[in-house]
């Protein structure tokens, strides 16, 4: 055990990679509403500093608290060493891993530092459904014996079903309900160049296949014409769905807006917003939307079902476009008879999901004291 000798808790975040995503941007939104006695790092494995602010500038508002270790694609013994001498240096009296990755060079790291407190968050268990991963994560939670969050009820169930780990606890996504607010969608719409008169679909994500845009695309080939699409968002499919777009004949009804970055605005212009996933977590994306009062649809996949108002929100089969449509159709259709964004006020704020996690932290490292103290 390691007693703890200053007032500040210094915090060290590991993430696999900063590009935009729903486990990064909760990463920065755990630093962005820290304690006043916390200072927070964050620690991407892979990627190279100057790019990943190119790429997304909203990284430039703490590139003095992220650092950059330009992980190989391959296993890497640097790596670990590298986090190694880190921890050994900064002396964090936490490190929090997300994924498996990080808990692999985290958790590894910081065991063989001595770090006091190790604290892991699972986002998904879809992964574990692969044998080796599930035999590695199994074998190093035994090892590193980490705090274990699942960020939804269907993670710690799955986690703890392929693991055979059992102190896991759940602490949902939270998000910013003071940034994502309601407003008229006009003025959004107009920002974005988005059809005024015409009922606006929304969806964002990385452009990956993972995402399912491709379906969506598929989707609203069904629909009548007065539906549109706008997708935010980048990725390695951009031009193949653009592709897609003009072969299913509604390229002129599709708006490909790239990475934006102010996404209350986005979610503003909508009139329904869609995750048409093939693979989830706990996503962000729908409780931001909801946060915006704009009705949300997600495909039921991992957790995605668990971020929707019970009301107004919609589940529809994944990889199934008909399914898709039918949903978009009855949802844009339906009187709204209540606000979405209550429902996120009451179970997925991000002044609740930090506040758990901060006193999780806090009994992890009394506990630790008081073992250092016996």
């Not at 759940?170 to 974005?192: M, Y």
């Not at 409780?287 to 991992?302: F, H, K, R, W």
Request: glycine share 4%; charged share 20%.
């Amino acid at each position: 055990m390691v007693k703890r000798e200053r007032e500040t808790t210094l915090i060290i975040h590991i993430v696999q990679h900063l590009c935009p995503g729903g486990i990064e941007t909760l990463a920065l939104n755990m630093l962005n509403h820290a304690l006043t006695e916390q200072k927070i790092i964050i620690v991407s494995l892979e990627g190279e500093k100057q790019h990943a602010l190119e790429q997304w500038p909203t990284l430039n508002n703490n590139k003095n608290q992220i650092i950059f270790l330009n992980k190989p694609a391959s296993i890497s013994t640097r790596t670990l060493f590298q986090l190694q001498r880190l921890f050994t240096q900064l002396k964090p009296d936490v490190v929090h891993t997300h994924h498996i990755g990080p808990l692999l060079y985290g958790g590894l790291a910081a065991k063989r530092s001595h770090v006091p407190v190790h604290i892991h968050t699972e986002h998904d268990a879809w992964h574990l459904e692969n044998r080796k991963n599930a035999w590695l994560q199994s074998n190093l939670l035994r090892f590193i014996r980490p705090k274990v969050v699942a960020d939804a009820d269907l993670v710690r169930e799955q986690l703890s079903r392929h693991t055979q780990y059992s102190d896991i606890i759940v602490i949902k996504n939270g998000i910013d309900c003071q940034k994502f607010t309601p407003k008229q969608p006009q003025p959004a719409r107009t920002r974005f160049n988005l059809p005024i008169n015409k009922i606006l679909i929304g969806a964002a994500g990385r452009l990956e296949t993972v995402k399912g845009h491709d379906i969506l695309l598929q989707s609203v080939a069904k629909l009548p014409k007065s539906y549109c699409l706008a997708i935010a968002g980048i990725g390695s499919q951009a031009d193949k769905l653009r592709q897609q777009a003009e072969q299913l004949n509604i390229s002129d009804r599709v708006f490909f807006l790239g990475l934006v970055e102010d996404m209350p605005s986005f979610y503003q212009s909508l009139d329904l917003f869609c995750l048409p996933s093939r693979y989830e977590g706990f996503p962000l994306s729908p409780l931001e939307a909801q946060s915006c009062d704009v009705i949300t649809l997600v495909t039921n996949v991992g957790a995605s079902k668990e971020t929707l108002c019970p009301i107004t929100g919609g589940c529809a089969k994944a990889d199934d476009p008909d399914s898709l449509a039918e949903h978009i159709v009855r949802l844009t259709e339906q009187k709204k008879m209540t606000s979405p964004r209550q429902f996120v006020l009451e179970n997925n704020s991000i002044q609740q999901m930090v506040s758990a996690y901060n006193d999780l932290v806090c009994d992890s490292l009394a506990c630790n004291d008081l073992a250092y103290n016996d």
